[in-house]
Every structure is written in C-alpha cells, then in structure tokens.
C-alpha cells in the first residue's frame, strides 16, 4: 500500500506547528491528533476491491444506437451520436470497452459498494481482492442493485469459504469539517494506493446527481478511485468517492453512508430504493429571505415551488409555506427535511406543521415514490 508521504510531513508538520503554539501559551493541544493511518489501512486496506468492468461489442453498439431513436433531450443527441461514431472502432480495439474502478467489501457473504456509473454499460464484472491471508484472489461478479439517484450500485460475489476482509459502514451525519479521512482505490491502475486528507465540506451540491448531499474530500483522488471507500480514523466507511462529474484538482467528493445505508438491503435484494417523494422545491429560512419575503418566522424550511399533480399538491402546500415542523419534530433546515421525507416510505402519510399568512396549519401528505430515472445501459 502506497502512502503519499509529502502529505504525511505536512499534516505532521503542521500538527506540530499547533501543539507548539498551544504549549507556548501554556494550553494543552486538543484535538490534534494525527490518524494512525497505518494501522486503518492495515486492518481496511484488504476490504477494497478492484473493479474492472469489460462491455460486449454488439451489447454496446445497441445502446448507443437506441439512445439515438429517443429524440429528447435535444442536446444529449450530438454527444451520443459522436459516442456511437468513436465507439465502432472498439471491434478491433477492444482494451478501450474495459473499465476500472473501486469497491468496498461489507459483509463476509460477498457483497460489494461501488459506483454507479463504474458498473454502467457494462455486460461482464471482475472483482481481483486480497484477503485475510494476504492471498490475490480474482472472482466473476454480477450486479444486484442500482441506484442512478445517488450513484451506487452493489455487486455480488460468491466467495466459496474465502476468508475476506470487511470494512463495516458508519455513520456520515457524524462528520464535521475538518476530520481526517483515509481514502483507498485504484487511482490510475495503481492497484491498493492510499491518501488521506481532511473534510473540507458537507451537504455540497455539484447538479450532476438527483440527490445530492456530497461530502467534500480535500485527498488525492483520480479516476479509478471511482467506487473506493472514505474511511474515518476508526476504520469505517463514511463515503463512496465519485468521481463520474468531477476532474481531480485537490477537491473530490463522495456519497456519505446517510444515503447509503437505509437503503442497503433493497440494493442487496436486487429492488431499486424505494424512498418517499413530496414534490416541493425548499430552502432554508435566512434573515435575508425571511425579510425579502416579509416572513413572520426566523427558521424554517420556505417552500420555494410546489409541483403540480404530486402529493404536496394533494396536501394542499402552496408557494411560500414555511414548514417548521415534521411529525411533531421542529425543522430548520432543508437538507435535514429532505431526508426525513428520503427515508420515509412510500404511501406512508406524514403531518406537517407550516405557517402561512402569519397563521399556523397542520397538512397531512400521503407520499408517493421517487422514480428511477428511465436508462438505456
């Protein structure tokens, strides 16, 4: 395993740097305390995969020509076109319809964490892992479940009595800026590399995916660490990297495990997740909104557009409600809203405490269920 020693020396350094500062004026350091990054990747390192994924020819061909018989989204079709046109030389070149990417393996049974999009158009799944003996073993693999909505899929493998390595899941609501986390994968063909950085951000939205409450990571993450595991100071998995929409720069960004875990035996049982869906646009209530707005509450979750013919509809929410309660719970935030009704299951009904017009009201809403978006893959 590879440890990018520069980044070990700087964080010692300035690890150092702070103790010194806080015993000059006469304070204990608190909190300062570097990760035993070696002995996380000592006991984890084995439990992420290698994923490389190879596309059948005339499988591929099909679903470039079937994207070009939907004529919508207009400005998808240029880019599919030239995806079909550089595609046909792959008959001959066929390294170029193999991918690579990264997993983590959760339970002894075989089942595997990675990305998405690492597993999309794809026909057949090779998994090469070490394991508890420190022996390389390689194993066919085949896709149980999918999630496009948050990027993750779950693969199987059948072990047959082999002794794996596990990395348990934790919990992500847990993180604050400025952890350290241990990141592992197969960056660029380099097979069980480690980095590790910090959290730079949480709750970040990038528009690529259609739930998004990523987790900043400031490591050194480059394709193929796709699907890899971030790993608290404990050795538990807190996110999956993905990087299917963003171009390594020092910043890259993972799934957390809040979006993960609730719904990790649906994706094991081979169902698409199955969350609860409102049909609102929300956003927190901030002083400059609340005076923008004229709003009589000073926290809250503003309604900024209801979806017609869905169940906030039905309910009877309207542009410019507040929520500040769910269930009898108070809300402040959106984000905090927004997985509330996630978790939730569909055709459960929820009550909601909303204030309008300078009034409190009560709505009762009946979820529906958020869709899987429609994919030629």
């Not at 035993?36 to 591929?60: I, K, L, P, S």
């Not at 999009?117 to 026909?123: E, I, K, P, W």
Request: aromatic letters at 6%; hydrophobic letters at 40%.
């Amino acid at each position: 395993m590879k440890i990018e020693n520069w980044q070990l020396r700087m964080a010692g350094v300035l690890g150092l740097l702070a103790a010194a500062s806080c015993a000059a004026a006469g304070e204990p350091a608190k909190g300062l305390a570097l990760p035993d990054v070696r002995a996380v990747v000592a006991e984890r390192g084995n439990a992420v995969v290698r994923v490389e994924t190879y596309e059948d020819y005339f499988m591929g061909l099909a679903r470039r020509g079937g994207k070009l018989l939907f004529p919508f989204p207009l400005h998808e079709k240029i880019g599919d076109a030239a995806s079909l046109a550089f595609y046909i030389p792959t008959l001959i070149l066929y390294p170029l319809r193999k991918a690579l990417g990264s997993g983590v393996l959760i339970d002894a049974e075989g089942h595997i964490l990675t990305n998405n999009h690492v597993v999309r158009n794809a026909d057949r799944y090779t998994v090469y892992l070490t394991d508890a003996k420190d022996v390389r073993r390689k194993f066919d693999a085949k896709v149980l479940g999918r999630d496009p909505h948050t990027d993750v899929a779950m693969l199987k493998i059948d072990p047959d009595k082999a002794p794996l390595v596990t990395a348990p899941l934790g919990d992500s609501d847990q993180l604050a800026r400025g952890d350290w986390v241990v990141v592992i994968g197969n960056p660029l063909n380099l097979t069980g590399s480690v980095s590790f950085g910090v959290v730079g951000g949480l709750h970040r939205q990038v528009d690529k995916l259609l739930i998004e409450d990523l987790i900043q990571v400031d490591a050194t993450l480059n394709p193929g660490n796709s699907g890899g595991p971030i790993l608290n100071s404990r050795g538990e998995v807190v996110g999956l990297v993905s990087l299917g929409f963003s171009v390594s720069n020092g910043i890259g960004f993972a799934i957390p495990t809040s979006l993960i875990t609730p719904w990790v035996d649906e994706l094991e049982k081979g169902k698409p997740p199955r969350r609860g869906y409102l049909g609102l646009a929300a956003r927190d209530v901030t002083p400059d909104l609340a005076k923008r707005e004229k709003l009589d509450v000073e926290e809250g979750v503003w309604v900024r557009q209801v979806e017609p013919g869905t169940p906030a509809s039905r309910a009877g929410f309207e542009d410019g409600d507040v929520i500040t309660a769910v269930a009898g719970k108070a809300v402040a935030k959106a984000r905090d809203f927004q997985m509330i009704v996630l978790r939730a299951k569909p055709r459960s009904t929820l009550e909601f405490t909303v204030r309008r017009s300078g009034k409190s009201i009560d709505l009762k809403a009946e979820l529906g269920r958020r869709r899987t978006p429609f994919e030629i893959w």
